[in-house]
Each structure stands twice: as C-alpha cells, then as structure tokens.
C-alpha cells in the first residue's frame, strides 16, 4: 500500500514540475497527477462482475449475461 502513495506522490511531483514550466496551476496538476492513478489502480483492483453472482457466461458462446436471463442476447441460445 505504501508503495502506491509513494509513486502517486512521484507522479504529482512530476506533473506539478511539468505544469510549473508551461504556466499551469501546480496545485490542481499535483492533485490530478497523484490522484487519478489511484483510482486506476482501485478499479484494477476491483473483482469482476461475473465473479459477484450478478451475471453468468453462456455456455455456448461465452459472453457475459444477467444471471437471471434466460436466453443468451448475444447468440440467442437458451440457458
């Protein structure tokens, strides 16, 4: 975990140094160059939908349906 704020911080600094150079706010670049990061790294992080209960793959294709569906949308083969 710690090593994800340290490199957040590195790309604020990197950003905040960059947008001092052309004239830009250090503080909303520093802000936007540490935090954005994160919240990739978060949403990576996160566990798939399929794997929640939520949705199930089609036996014959093996695309992403709701788990209640009855009829795969994609190719349109009953499950």
Do not use: N
């Amino acid at each position: 975990m710690i090593r994800w704020i340290i490199i957040s911080v590195v790309f604020g600094v990197v950003g905040s140094i960059l947008a001092q150079t052309k004239g830009r706010s250090q503080i909303l670049w520093f802000t936007l160059c540490a935090v954005i990061p994160l919240l990739v790294i978060a949403v990576l992080m996160l566990p798939a939908i399929a794997a929640a209960g939520v949705t199930k793959k089609c036996s014959h294709c093996a695309e992403i349906v709701k788990e209640d569906a009855t009829m795969c949308k994609y190719c349109g083969m009953r499950l």
